[in-house]
């Protein structure tokens, strides 16, 4: 179990981020943390992850306090994070960006089940480098092989639909579809997108820096959609 208590970041110009955020991720659970651009979500989420540190308060994994930890140090722990533009790594193939993920060399049938749970052919991609000739939607499925590897107690992921087609994104939702299925382990997803929200079992709304409200899906979703139509003043994306 995740848990935050009382976090507040500010940002170096001064401007305050977030305040005092207390919030509980449940072991086994697909969470959705969603808001308006400018919301806080992103900050959140790689406070999480140890990319950023909070300027008050604790980050509790387990019960265990890991504030102060690097990305690294959490990674260890059993954090992963998946970026909204993954990093690319020339002259590094996807054979070996999953083998170091997996800790190990892996074999042939091991590479055939990683890739074809997020959607694409081993004997396609692992020879790959992990360059710009891999569109957003493939580089996304392949990062969260990465994830799926390392076998994590929480992976979280910002904002897994910029700059992806629709049919990747469609790839995706089945992806985190099967991860809550079949992963012991929990999710969290910044996104603001309808179909990613339809699949969690907790929304928590993020606003101005602060928890606006949280509950399950049933109780949250509509709200949120109706938040959402109205910030856009009706309009569709």
Do not use: C
């Not at 950023?52 to 690294?72: A, C, K, M, Q, Y």
């Not at 107690?153 to 939702?173: C, H, M, R, T």
């Amino acid at each position: 179990m995740l848990r935050l208590k009382n976090i507040s970041w500010d940002a170096p110009d001064g401007r305050s981020i977030l305040k005092d955020i207390n919030l509980v991720v449940p072991d086994g659970k697909l969470v959705v943390i969603t808001g308006p651009n400018g919301s806080g979500k992103t900050t959140l989420a790689r406070m999480i992850a140890g990319l950023e540190h909070p300027l008050s308060g604790h980050i509790l994994l387990n019960e265990e306090d890991i504030t102060d930890l690097d990305v690294t140090e959490k990674a260890k722990k059993g954090i992963s994070f998946a970026f909204q533009q993954p990093v690319r790594f020339k002259g590094i193939t996807v054979r070996q960006l999953l083998e170091v993920a997996a800790g190990k060399k892996l074999k042939a049938e091991e590479l055939t089940q990683v890739l074809g749970m997020v959607g694409l052919a081993a004997a396609e991609y692992q020879d790959r480098e992990v360059n710009a000739t891999l569109s957003g939607g493939e580089i996304k499925r392949i990062e969260i092989a990465t994830v799926l590897l390392r076998h994590t107690v929480l992976s979280v992921f910002d904002e897994p639909e910029a700059g992806i087609d629709l049919w990747s994104f469609k790839n995706l939702i089945k992806v985190f579809q099967n991860m809550r299925t079949d992963l012991q382990g929990s999710l969290i997803i910044i996104s603001h997108q309808e179909r990613i929200l339809r699949i969690a079992d907790e929304i928590v709304l993020v606003a101005d820096g602060t928890i606006k409200d949280s509950g399950s899906r049933e109780k949250m979703l509509q709200k949120v959609l109706n938040e959402e139509n109205g910030s856009r003043g009706g309009q569709d994306e």
